[in-house]
């Protein structure tokens, strides 16, 4: 892993393996994401930890493969990250994700506006029980986004050679979401591949619709941390863990590449403060967002936009309190590309608590 990676991890978050749903072996799908050039994998299988004792985990080559879980209760599914264990709080979904934030855990609302797909099986998923508890939701879900276009089977197979369809960026029900639970207090967000290695067919006659390392080109959670990870997996999986609980993360197209050197920080006279961070709102307060390259910013404040712009760089002067977000599109030959979504800054009254 390069230095820069080392800040700025690329993470293929929410996957599949053959310890439950998936097709692929923790080796297998490894192996995709060198494909794929993807730093971090974190494994959730739905209610085992099971491929924590497979050897393919951990550190190998550059690449770290983590494991956390996706954890079925009566509300919807939950994204677990950095619990030791799995624990029986009883299928509630508040009661569960309380249960694993009181262990350390980050907890987040999978799929949180899921739609389903008869024609594949799929649900539909969606998280039914408000923010309550929550570290979290996951604001871009490929599989939920890629399977919900109410295709025929034959444009079904044609969409399976091009992972991205439906999904260049994250679905408005998820973000409108997002948007409204932040506003009641902090709620992190990242974008999850959901990848299984989906396979249609029978026996020697099946088809790889989403293998896993096209899915991994899909969406990223690209992770902006504090210090390098240190090899070390324990360490690292803590550190990851803690980052994304506090809205240190983008949330990235893979098609525009990787994010790396993009910032987004709040400047005022109390100084500066980083992405996914609550700050008291002064006069003068300013949000600074800066991308690696030329870019379309939109700026989003409570769920509506309010500021659009060109450039490498973006200032915005906050006028109220409120939740802040800002997002960035590759200008191209055929217009703008959502490329990054970033965590918000949520600004509050001054005497207001965190």
């Known amino acids: 892993m390069t230095p820069d990676a080392g800040r700025m991890p690329v ?14 072996t923790p080796a297998e799908v490894r192996a995709a994401a060198a494909q794929a050039g993807i730093d971090v994998v974190w494994i959730t299988d739905h209610d085992t930890l099971a491929a924590r004792d497979d050897p393919a985990v951990g550190w190998r080559d550059g690449r770290l493969l983590l494991v956390g879980a996706e954890v079925t209760t009566r509300a919807g599914h939950l994204l677990v990250l950095g619990a030791p264990s799995l624990t029986d709080a009883g299928r509630d979904g508040v009661e569960t994700a309380r249960a694993y934030r009181a262990r350390g855990a980050a907890v987040f609302a999978a799929h949180p506006a899921d739609r389903g797909n008869r024609l594949l099986g799929f649900g539909p998923y969606p998280w ?3 923010r309550d508890a929550l570290t979290g939701l996951e604001a871009w879900n490929h599989l939920s ?29 998820a973000l409108a979401l997002w948007d409204a639970w932040s506003r009641e207090g902090p ?42 990870l240190s090899g070390r997996v324990a360490d690292d ?25 993009f910032q987004y920080e709040a400047e005022g006279p109390d100084g500066p403060a980083p992405m ?24 989003v404040a409570d769920g509506r936009p309010v500021s659009s712009e060109r450039g490498r760089a973006s200032r915005f002067v906050v006028a109220h309190p409120g939740v802040y977000r800002v997002a960035a599109g590759r200008l191209g030959p055929r217009g703008v590309l959502p490329w990054v979504y970033a965590n918000a800054i949520r600004v509050v009254e001054p005497s207001a608590p965190g």
């Open 11 to 24: 993470v293929a978050l929410h996957v599949h393996t053959r310890y439950s749903d998936g097709t692929g």
């Open 128 to 130: 039914t029980a408000g």
């Open 145 to 173: 986004q890629w399977g919900a276009a109410r295709d025929g089977l034959g444009r079904l197979l044609v969409r399976g050679r091009r992972p991205e369809a439906g999904t260049r960026c994250p679905d408005p029900a």
């Open 187 to 228: 709620m992190a967000a990242v974008a999850g591949v959901d990848a299984h290695g989906i396979r249609l067919g029978r026996g020697r006659w099946t088809v790889a619709v989403l293998p896993y390392a096209a899915a991994f080109r899909t969406v990223w959670t690209q992770v902006v941390l504090d210090r390098p």
């Open 237 to 261: 999986e803590q550190h990851l863990t803690a980052a994304v609980a506090r809205g240190r993360a983008l949330l990235v197209a893979g098609s525009g590449g990787r994010a790396t050197g």
């Open 276 to 299: 996914g961070s609550t700050v008291p709102w002064r006069p003068g307060l300013t949000l600074v967002a800066r991308a690696p390259t030329a870019v379309e910013w939109v700026w």
